[in-house]
């Protein structure tokens, strides 16, 4: 007997026939005699639905779209629908089941209103519950604030809801069901060749969420990598009976081939500033980064003197698409301050990842990949490198060039 | 300063216009310097998508349609939403204001799922709430049970959750805004002269709500009766400024108006049962009742050995269309406890009644009330009587025609 979190994304439990197949793979696992918690997101759609009747009343006055704690009581009723939809498919099937709000654990959050971090996770109850027998149907996605307040933990927070649920439950092992059928190379829409991984080390799928790939959220695979708990993705979508191996997230050692490079990720959210005919002084880019910080805008790539071109800027960096405006107007106030002539923005750029452990252990990785993309004549932006990842930011037309060349340049379509 | 209850049903926040229509209805009470406090229903059609989710689930079995207690999670998140956005729509008019649900005053239950109880509410940080200033919105229809999962007080219950909560604050009064203007004397549909009443008694109102009249719940005029809390019951789909006095649901004594009957009702949601050849022996009655309370089935009009035709029964009473079923089976099953031959079922039956007050001291409103539908031949199936109200039990047809000749009979189009 094991102790299993199961969690189903929205296409998983999309429609009222998605959330009875549903119910057939968790009485599985139960019928199996496992103890098994249920983290569900809300059924697709309804989320955007919710969020449109929030933007709409936000919209009706100019500082409309701030933050407002309501959002997430109203956004959080999707999960909340679901659970105890899933509750009673279950109990249809003649399996116990109930349904757990993210008040009722209670699952404590920092209160952070639409971005909340997880504190802690009451289990007493729920504990009991689940050694009676009773699969615990969550609502993911929710907590409470310390104010007693509904508190949503931020878009895709349904994977972390159920990460740090079976931390807190000490589960052995955390299934996390979507819509594709595991982790690939790359993404199949752009790659055809890509191939499903068997195994993937916790750092490698960290930095493949965080370089753009959509599979799991960043925070779930940071959370599951530092208590060790084994991720396995899979899909929904494949009958009762079909195999279904999926993609095993875990240690290292566990991962067992022999790889240079395990993926290909790319992401078209971000935006390049250029900051053109900067102040030559000391301090230069701590100020940018600090002008950015009090504006609440995450910088990702940043790089200091490298263009060719003479007239361009001497410091370019890369910030989420959605804070341009604000990065812009936190640049002009304090544009004396700053010290710099102009600003240029780019925002049809991409940025490609290749990802691996064995970057570590192996050279020339970098030498692969930027000749793969010299060859298609492929300009490279701006480069940002970790211990296992190469990133590159690239012209948004190029995207699907440079992932299918870099694939290839790997050889990932073989096993 | 007074402190107010306001109550708004599914039509009035059916929409996010709506909702910004009652946001300045509210508003301006909160401007005049009143302490507020709002429930709200759900937006019109959401609790119908919401109960449908969950009957498609019911039906995948064949002991479905059974209370199940998630129903109440899942229905409930329809009033969740409304709270959400009303308190974002006030903020948005620089209103302080936050929702409240169920669970977080709490309001508490007996925990009865989709028909629960409210067994106390507690004011302690809502009070403090009122008192800072801040309009409370509040979820209606629900509450939390012993067991801390949701509970709801079954259809029509916002109002019920507006009157105790007006009771439990000590609030001045409880406004219910709808969608029609106030009481009528008649259903407006059916009589076009029927007069909106500027005040009526609670035992009137009580009644009239029970024999059919949709505008208010009868728990919730029970409640307010008993606390004396005065019910005002007017529109929200009137331009801010416009006059809309409503109808004030008060104590006797302050009604004022010197009248004999006060409205007219009528209900098309009754079945009439006749048991033929019942056994003539006593206890028979007690009997037939014992075993419709046993399958939870409510007796509205029983009459004994009235019938004027030789080879029927000599026991008719009437039931909710919806028990029906549940009705027949529990007799065939006690057939010879109960010891009848058969039974004849009509469901094309009315239920039309007057209510006055004026009834406990003025003589001559039965005879009236016959003379009124024997003159348009209107067959009288049952009779049955309070202190202040004489219903009648007629063929379904002449429902119109019937309501029509008793609002003109006791002459209730003139002041």
Redesign the interface.
Known sequence: MARIVMKFGGTSVAD?DR??HVSALVAREAEDGHEVAVVVSAMSGETNR?VG??D???A??KN?GAI????D??VS??E??T???L???L??RGIKA??W?G??IPLQTDGAHASARIKGIETLAFNQSLKDGIVGVVAGFQGISPE???STLGRGGSDTSAVALAVALGADRCDIYTDVDGVYTADPRIVPKARRLDRIAFEEMLELASQGAKVLQTRSVELAMNNKLPIRVLTSFRGIDELNPGTLVCEEKKTMEERVVSGVAYARDEAQISLLRLRDEPGVVARVCGVMADANVSVDMIVQGTSRREDSANLVFTIGKRDLEKALSALDENKDRIGYDSVLVNDKVSKVSVVGIGMRSHTGVAHTMFSALAERNINIEVIATSEIKISVLIDADMTELAVRALHSAFELENP
Chains 1, 2 share one sequence.
């Open positions: 009222l959330i009875r919710l009747f929030v709409a009343l936000a009706d006055t409309g407002d704690d309501e959002y009581t109203i009723s999707g909340q629908v659970s105890g939809l509750a009673i498919a109990r249809r109930r349904s709000q008040w009722q007693g307040r509904v």
